[in-house]
Protein backbone atom coordinates (compact mmCIF):
# COMPACT_ATOMS: atom_id res chain seq x y z
CA UNK A 1 0.00 0.00 0.00
CA UNK A 2 1.50 3.08 -1.12
CA UNK A 3 2.33 5.56 1.68
CA UNK A 4 1.17 9.11 1.84
CA UNK A 5 3.00 11.38 -0.69
CA UNK A 6 3.83 15.28 -0.74
CA UNK A 7 5.11 17.44 -4.12
CA UNK A 8 6.93 18.71 -4.84
CA UNK A 9 9.44 18.12 -2.34
CA UNK A 10 11.53 21.07 -2.66
CA UNK A 11 10.67 24.65 -3.41
CA UNK A 12 12.44 28.00 -3.54
CA UNK A 13 10.52 31.05 -3.59
CA UNK A 14 11.48 34.56 -3.17
CA UNK A 15 9.29 36.92 -0.84
CA UNK A 16 6.06 38.25 -1.86
CA UNK A 17 5.30 35.44 -4.08
CA UNK A 18 2.72 32.52 -3.38
CA UNK A 19 3.06 28.68 -3.32
CA UNK A 20 0.81 25.51 -3.65
CA UNK A 21 2.07 21.94 -2.15
CA UNK A 22 -0.14 18.85 -3.15
CA UNK A 23 -0.51 16.11 -0.59
CA UNK A 24 -1.46 12.69 -1.35
CA UNK A 25 -3.32 10.51 1.27
CA UNK A 26 -2.77 6.62 1.78
CA UNK A 27 -6.15 5.44 -0.53
CA UNK A 28 -8.89 5.13 1.88
CA UNK A 29 -8.48 8.04 3.88
CA UNK A 30 -10.30 10.79 4.24
CA UNK A 31 -9.21 12.82 6.50
CA UNK A 32 -5.75 15.40 5.91
CA UNK A 33 -3.99 17.29 7.99
CA UNK A 34 -1.05 19.74 7.74
CA UNK A 35 1.64 20.51 9.70
CA UNK A 36 4.49 23.62 9.99
CA UNK A 37 8.01 22.69 11.38
CA UNK A 38 10.42 25.22 12.20
CA UNK A 39 13.52 24.94 14.14
CA UNK A 40 12.15 27.81 16.57
CA UNK A 41 8.30 26.91 17.04
CA UNK A 42 8.39 22.82 16.10
CA UNK A 43 5.86 21.21 14.63
CA UNK A 44 2.32 23.09 15.07
CA UNK A 45 -0.97 22.30 13.23
CA UNK A 46 -2.27 24.42 10.51
CA UNK A 47 -5.59 22.23 9.49
CA UNK A 48 -7.45 19.70 8.76
CA UNK A 49 -9.48 18.50 6.53
CA UNK A 50 -12.43 15.98 6.18
CA UNK A 51 -14.27 14.87 3.22
CA UNK A 52 -13.54 18.18 1.46
CA UNK A 53 -14.64 20.11 4.55
CA UNK A 54 -12.45 21.99 6.95
CA UNK A 55 -12.80 20.81 10.13
CA UNK A 56 -9.83 22.59 12.21
CA UNK A 57 -7.49 25.07 11.93
CA UNK A 58 -4.37 26.44 13.95
CA UNK A 59 -3.29 29.46 14.91
CA UNK A 60 -2.12 30.86 11.43
CA UNK A 61 -2.71 34.08 9.06
CA UNK A 62 -5.45 34.28 6.58
CA UNK A 63 -2.49 33.52 3.92
CA UNK A 64 -2.60 29.99 4.85
CA UNK A 65 -5.48 28.08 3.28
CA UNK A 66 -5.95 25.09 1.75
CA UNK A 67 -8.82 22.91 0.34
CA UNK A 68 -9.34 18.79 -0.25
CA UNK A 69 -10.61 17.57 -3.15
CA UNK A 70 -13.51 14.49 -3.81
CA UNK A 71 -10.82 12.01 -4.22
CA UNK A 72 -8.88 13.21 -0.84
CA UNK A 73 -6.01 14.56 -2.23
CA UNK A 74 -5.45 17.93 -0.58
CA UNK A 75 -3.72 21.68 -1.40
CA UNK A 76 -2.30 24.09 0.59
CA UNK A 77 -1.40 27.46 -0.89
CA UNK A 78 0.13 30.64 1.20
CA UNK A 79 0.50 33.64 -0.37
CA UNK A 80 2.72 36.55 -0.10
CA UNK A 81 4.82 34.70 1.57
CA UNK A 82 7.31 35.73 4.14
CA UNK A 83 11.20 34.92 5.02
CA UNK A 84 9.48 33.47 8.48
CA UNK A 85 7.30 30.89 6.23
CA UNK A 86 10.68 28.84 5.67
CA UNK A 87 9.32 25.60 6.87
CA UNK A 88 9.25 22.06 6.35
CA UNK A 89 5.65 21.41 5.98
CA UNK A 90 4.37 18.14 6.57
CA UNK A 91 0.56 16.55 5.64
CA UNK A 92 -0.68 13.14 7.62
CA UNK A 93 -3.28 11.41 6.63
CA UNK A 94 -5.58 8.85 8.47
CA UNK A 95 -9.57 6.91 8.17
CA UNK A 96 -11.27 8.70 10.71
CA UNK A 97 -11.82 12.98 11.60
CA UNK A 98 -10.22 14.87 14.72
CA UNK A 99 -7.08 12.97 14.76
CA UNK A 100 -8.85 9.91 16.60
CA UNK A 101 -6.92 7.21 15.31
CA UNK A 102 -3.51 6.97 13.60
CA UNK A 103 -1.85 9.41 11.55
CA UNK A 104 0.80 8.55 8.84
CA UNK A 105 3.04 11.40 7.92
CA UNK A 106 4.18 12.15 4.44
CA UNK A 107 7.92 12.96 3.72
CA UNK A 108 7.12 16.69 3.97
CA UNK A 109 8.03 20.03 1.39
CA UNK A 110 10.71 22.14 2.34
CA UNK A 111 9.95 25.12 1.25
CA UNK A 112 12.68 28.18 1.51
CA UNK A 113 11.76 32.23 0.89
CA UNK A 114 14.23 34.02 -0.13
CA UNK B 1 -3.56 25.01 26.89
CA UNK B 2 -2.01 21.87 26.53
CA UNK B 3 2.10 21.91 26.35
CA UNK B 4 4.26 19.17 26.14
CA UNK B 5 7.51 18.58 27.32
CA UNK B 6 10.00 15.53 26.36
CA UNK B 7 12.94 15.01 28.31
CA UNK B 8 15.82 14.69 27.78
CA UNK B 9 16.42 16.83 25.27
CA UNK B 10 19.28 14.60 23.44
CA UNK B 11 20.59 11.29 24.38
CA UNK B 12 24.09 9.48 23.32
CA UNK B 13 24.42 5.68 24.35
CA UNK B 14 26.28 3.18 23.31
CA UNK B 15 24.73 0.03 21.44
CA UNK B 16 22.83 -2.34 23.48
CA UNK B 17 21.79 0.32 25.82
CA UNK B 18 18.08 -0.16 26.84
CA UNK B 19 16.35 3.11 26.81
CA UNK B 20 13.90 5.30 28.31
CA UNK B 21 12.64 8.55 26.64
CA UNK B 22 10.17 10.73 29.05
CA UNK B 23 6.96 12.61 27.81
CA UNK B 24 4.75 14.83 29.62
CA UNK B 25 1.45 16.92 29.02
CA UNK B 26 -0.40 19.09 30.81
CA UNK B 27 -3.91 18.08 30.25
CA UNK B 28 -5.45 14.74 30.46
CA UNK B 29 -8.35 15.42 28.23
CA UNK B 30 -6.65 13.62 25.18
CA UNK B 31 -8.28 10.88 23.02
CA UNK B 32 -4.77 9.31 22.22
CA UNK B 33 -0.83 9.79 22.81
CA UNK B 34 1.57 9.00 19.45
CA UNK B 35 5.15 8.49 19.44
CA UNK B 36 7.22 8.91 16.04
CA UNK B 37 10.54 8.50 14.42
CA UNK B 38 12.26 11.41 12.07
CA UNK B 39 15.15 11.32 10.55
CA UNK B 40 17.66 14.16 9.58
CA UNK B 41 15.05 15.72 7.07
CA UNK B 42 12.68 13.45 6.72
CA UNK B 43 9.30 13.31 7.56
CA UNK B 44 7.36 11.23 10.58
CA UNK B 45 7.37 7.44 11.14
CA UNK B 46 4.70 6.58 13.52
CA UNK B 47 6.11 4.02 15.81
CA UNK B 48 2.92 3.16 18.44
CA UNK B 49 -0.41 5.00 19.22
CA UNK B 50 -2.02 4.41 23.01
CA UNK B 51 -5.31 5.17 23.10
CA UNK B 52 -6.74 7.22 26.11
CA UNK B 53 -8.13 4.27 27.87
CA UNK B 54 -5.03 1.96 27.39
CA UNK B 55 -2.18 1.83 29.40
CA UNK B 56 0.35 -0.07 26.87
CA UNK B 57 1.23 -0.58 23.71
CA UNK B 58 4.54 -2.71 22.53
CA UNK B 59 5.97 -3.42 19.24
CA UNK B 60 9.00 -5.32 18.95
CA UNK B 61 11.57 -3.51 20.24
CA UNK B 62 9.85 -0.43 21.41
CA UNK B 63 7.38 -0.02 24.68
CA UNK B 64 5.12 2.91 25.43
CA UNK B 65 2.89 3.58 28.25
CA UNK B 66 0.66 5.94 29.71
CA UNK B 67 -0.34 7.20 32.87
CA UNK B 68 -2.99 9.70 31.89
CA UNK B 69 -4.11 11.03 35.39
CA UNK B 70 -0.57 12.15 35.68
CA UNK B 71 -0.30 13.37 32.64
CA UNK B 72 3.05 10.87 31.74
CA UNK B 73 4.36 8.66 28.68
CA UNK B 74 7.33 6.72 28.43
CA UNK B 75 8.97 5.05 25.39
CA UNK B 76 11.30 1.79 26.18
CA UNK B 77 13.47 0.77 23.38
CA UNK B 78 15.00 -2.22 24.53
CA UNK B 79 18.80 -3.53 23.21
CA UNK B 80 18.88 -0.37 21.37
CA UNK B 81 21.23 -0.34 18.02
CA UNK B 82 22.76 2.18 15.81
CA UNK B 83 19.80 2.28 13.47
CA UNK B 84 17.92 3.41 16.24
CA UNK B 85 19.48 6.70 16.07
CA UNK B 86 17.12 9.80 15.09
CA UNK B 87 14.41 12.31 17.12
CA UNK B 88 11.86 11.08 18.86
CA UNK B 89 8.23 12.95 19.09
CA UNK B 90 5.40 12.19 21.26
CA UNK B 91 2.07 13.55 20.33
CA UNK B 92 -1.18 13.92 22.13
CA UNK B 93 -4.14 14.17 20.06
CA UNK B 94 -7.36 16.68 21.08
CA UNK B 95 -8.84 17.90 17.86
CA UNK B 96 -5.20 18.27 16.39
CA UNK B 97 -1.93 17.20 17.65
CA UNK B 98 0.31 18.95 20.02
CA UNK B 99 3.75 17.66 19.65
CA UNK B 100 6.34 17.58 22.04
CA UNK B 101 9.92 19.09 21.30
CA UNK B 102 11.50 16.02 20.95
CA UNK B 103 14.82 13.66 21.90
CA UNK B 104 17.52 13.39 19.89
CA UNK B 105 19.02 9.98 20.32
CA UNK B 106 22.11 8.83 19.20
CA UNK B 107 23.15 5.37 19.47
CA UNK B 108 26.81 4.68 18.76
CA UNK B 109 28.52 1.22 17.79
Known amino acids: KAGVTQTPRYLIKTRGQQVTLSCSPI?????VSWYQQTPGQGLQFLFEYFSETQRNKGNFPGRFSGRQFSNSRSEMNVSTLELGDSALYLC?????????????FGPGTRLTVL | KQEVTQIPAALSVPEGENLVLNCSFTDSAIYNLQWFRQDPGKGLTSLLLIQSSQREQTSGRLNASLDKSSGRSTLYIAASQPGDSATYLCAVSTDKLIFGTGTRLQVFP
Open chain 1, 27 to 31: SGHRS
Open chain 1, 92 to 104: ASSLSAGHTDTQY
